[in-house]
Structures are given as structure tokens and as C-alpha cells.
């Protein structure tokens, strides 16, 4: 397996949590950096968060203070916690990994799994 899986999207009321899970290989977790990207309705694919191998965090300034991003490079797997959802974090989310030095961006993306936040 190359490619980036997520898992643990779903429908939550405002105000809620949901976790989301990114497995992948080996490779990926002893190398790169990874990150989420989130694509809501019409609008462009944005960051959320990102991490680097051993740790250092971004996040975007929207979701500061109620994400959450972690690594387990043992286990091969990346989380985000999302509390205190929003309608706007409405979203199909992306699991990515490697940067892309190229193109600034990743060199490996996942399929993305759907949040939907509605009340």
C-alpha cells in the first residue's frame, strides 16, 4: 500500500467531535511529513494541519484550538481530532504525505473521507 487511507468521517452536530485516521506504509511514517487537507462545497482544497516527522505542528488559523493532529510512526498512523465542529469544517478530508519538493505540494494523497457537520 502507497497510497494514504482515511477513515472515521461521518455527520456530527455543531458543537461535536469526530477523529479521523489516516493509516499508511512503513516508508511513509519512518521518512515524511504528512499533513490534512480538507475540499469543502465550491471551494478550494486548503490545509488544516500538518506534521513533520518528528512532530513540529502547523495548523490553520480556523481550526487553531479545536484540531488536533498526532502521529504514531510505531502503529503507522495519523489522527485528527476535530472538537468543537463548525458547519464550515463541513469538508471531504485528505490524508497526504511526502513533500512534493517539485511542486511544494505532496507526492501522495489518499481518497479522502466526508465530514458533514449539520444541524
Known amino acids: 500500500q502507497v497510497q494514504p487511507v482515511e477513515s472515521g468521517g461521518g455527520s456530527v452536530l455543531p458543537g461535536g467531535s469526530l477523529k479521523l485516521s489516516c493509516t499508511a506504509s512503513?516508508?511513509?511514517?519512518?521518512?515524511?511529513?504528512m499533513a490534512w487537507y480538507r475540499q469543502g462545497p465550491g471551494k478550494k482544497r486548503e490545509m488544516v494541519s500538518r506534521?513533520?516527522?518528528?512532530?513540529?505542528?502547523n495548523y490553520a488559523d480556523s481550526v487553531k484550538g479545536r484540531f488536533t493532529i498526532s502521529r504514531n510512526n510505531t502503529w503507522q498512523i495519523l489522527y485528527l481530532q476535530m472538537n468543537s465542529l463548525k458547519i464550515e469544517d463541513t469538508a471531504v478530508y485528505y490524508c497526504?504525505?511526502?513533500?512534493?519538493?517539485?511542486?511544494?505540494?505532496?507526492?501522495?494523497w489518499g481518497q479522502g473521507t466526508q465530514v458533514t457537520v449539520a444541524s
Open positions: 506534521i513533520g516527522l518528528y512532530g513540529p505542528r
Open positions: 512503513a516508508t511513509i511514517f519512518a521518512n515524511c511529513a
Open positions: 497526504a504525505a511526502c513533500d512534493d519538493l517539485a511542486s511544494g505540494g505532496y507526492q501522495y
